[in-house]
């Protein structure tokens, strides 16, 4: 099945450490994006990537990074830098530039204590 | 920030239809609008997307004046499992002329038995 999968779907850290999200698609997409939602809020962008090896920051980067090594692949890492990491981060990815049909995975929802 | 202004939240009633209207006053030329929907816990989910005039799907349809500046999905006799946020996108390009999805806030639609 054609889809984004996003792992794991319940994570767990201690305040202060790093930790990556996994988000892989198999749509053959060239554009990936990272968003964040709060409790009742809406999505967030935080990064997103049009192509490989090149990503650009959304409106709530600090405290984020990403990679794009690969056109399926495109990792988030919630750094101990970013002061408030607990929330449902969402990956999705679209065709391509300018399309604003996106797909999206199930989320990952990240617990810091 | 968001191109769109749409209602907070909305209520209804089971076999009612339902309009949910959008404003996008700045729209682009080449811009194209699209509605998802968002259950929680879940990602959001592409519904219908449009350019001009009335676009129609097994789910809704979506209705756009001439000038473009608002847009209106109609959900045909609603169930309670309509009950979720709706989002309306509309292009919104970043650097490079990369198109960054922006969300707003969305409408959360209540349907009551």
């Known amino acids: 099945d054609g889809g984004i999968t996003q792992s794991p779907k319940y994570l767990f850290r201690k305040e202060g450490q790093n930790v990556t999200l996994s988000c892989e698609q198999n749509?053959?997409?060239?554009?990936m994006y990272w968003y964040r939602q709060d409790p009742g809020q809406g999505l967030r962008l935080i990064y997103y990537?049009?192509?490989?090896?090149?990503?650009q920051k959304g409106d709530i980067a600090e405290g984020y990074s990403v990679s794009r090594e690969k056109k399926e692949s495109f990792p988030l890492t919630v750094t101990s830098a970013q002061k408030n990491p607990t929330a449902f981060y969402l990956c999705a990815s679209s065709s391509s530039t300018g399309n604003t049909e996106a797909f999206f995975g199930q989320g990952t929802r990240l617990t810091v204590v | 920030l968001a191109k769109t202004t749409q209602p907070i939240s909305m209520d209804s009633y089971e076999g009612q239809e339902v309009n949910i209207t959008c404003s996008h006053n700045?729209?682009?030329?080449?811009?194209?609008i699209t509605w998802y929907q968002q259950f929680p816990s879940q990602g959001p989910r592409f519904i219908i997307q449009g350019y001009k005039t009335k676009v129609t799907n097994e789910v809704a349809s979506l209705f756009i004046p001439a000038d473009r500046k608002s847009s209106t999905l109609s959900l045909p006799r609603v169930s309670l499992s309509d009950t979720a946020v709706y989002y309306c996108l509309v292009g919104d390009m970043g650097p490079g002329g990369y198109n960054k999805l922006i969300f707003g806030a969305g409408t959360r639609l209540a349907v009551h038995p």
């Open positions: 700045n729209i682009a030329t080449n811009d194209y």
């Open positions: 990537s049009q192509i490989v090896n090149d990503f």
């Open positions: 749509l053959n997409h060239d554009a």
